[in-house]
T-cell receptor, first 115, second 113 residues
Framework: NAGVMQNPRHLVRRRGQEARLRCSPM?????VYWYRQLPEEGLKFMVYLQKENIIDESGMPKERFSAEFPKEGPSILRIQQVVRGDSAAYFC?????????????FGPGTRLTVL | AQSVTQLDSQVPVFEEAPVELRCNYS??????LFWYVQYPNQGLQLLLKYLSGSTLVKGINGFEAEFNKSQTSFHLRKPSVHISDTAEYFC???????????FGTGTKLQVIP
């Protein structure tokens, strides 16, 4: 059973470009979470999605950021018109359910560098 | 609201010595507590979790943690560390209606040969 997969592992963008980060959850998991880790900081919750639904996006910046988890295919975190402050590691996690006892399994992350 | 405090940003320790990484939390409701480890350039791996029951929780790689409700703490311990334990350790809490996990800022454990 493959773990959570994220691609690309490293992404370099110039200011103003778009960044697309992909996350394939573990088989059988229908709950996906995105976190951002800034240098020297812990992970900050961004968004929680189930298939075709955004459940909680309270951690997402109001502008330029969006996320989706379509019925088919991976979850996508999209950052439009990137700025240097978007440089960070973005982690995806998945779980089989939304219960508090369901463990979140993390992917290896995508490290975004904005030049 | 829930929050996690990891007071020590870095902990150096000699190989085979014991170690304790501190974690304090705040929450107005019942909590579930976790410790994750992050090796360089990798994602987070679950070490152990406290959901209910015994306050002493044993995890992988010889780690254990004790939930102390009165002190709102969940410190991580290992009696004898190895070089391979060098990594960053994150304490996390979840007290929401679903898995909205709040992470601490992390503690970098450096094991010295």
């Amino acid at each position: 059973n493959a773990g959570v997969m994220q691609n690309p592992r490293h992404l370099v963008r110039r200011r103003g470009q778009e960044a697309r980060l992909r996350c394939s959850p573990m088989k059988g998991h229908s709950h996906v979470y995105w976190y951002r880790q800034l240098p020297e900081e812990g992970l900050k919750f961004m968004v929680y999605l189930q298939k075709e639904n955004i459940i909680d996006e309270s951690g997402m910046p109001k502008e330029r950021f969006s996320a989706e988890f379509p019925k088919e295919g991976p979850s996508i975190l999209r950052i439009q018109q990137v700025v240097r402050g978007d440089s960070a590691a973005y982690f995806c996690a998945s779980s089989p359910g939304q219960g508090l006892t369901d463990t979140q399994y993390f992917g290896p992350g995508t490290r975004l560098t904005v030049l | 609201a829930q929050s996690v405090t990891q007071l020590d940003s870095q902990v150096p320790v000699f190989e085979e010595a014991p170690v304790e990484l501190r974690c304090n939390y705040s929450s107005s409701v019942s909590v579930y507590l976790f410790w994750y480890v992050q090796y360089p350039n990798q994602g987070l791996q679950l070490l152990l979790k406290y959901l209910s029951g015994s306050t002493l929780v044993k995890g992988i790689n010889g780690f254990e943690a004790e939930f102390n409700k009165s002190q709102t703490s969940f410190h991580l311990r290992k009696p004898s560390v190895h070089i391979s334990d060098t990594a960053e350790y994150f304490c996390a809490v979840n007290s929401g209606g679903y898995q909205k996990v709040t992470f601490g800022t992390g503690t970098k454990l450096q094991v010295i040969p």
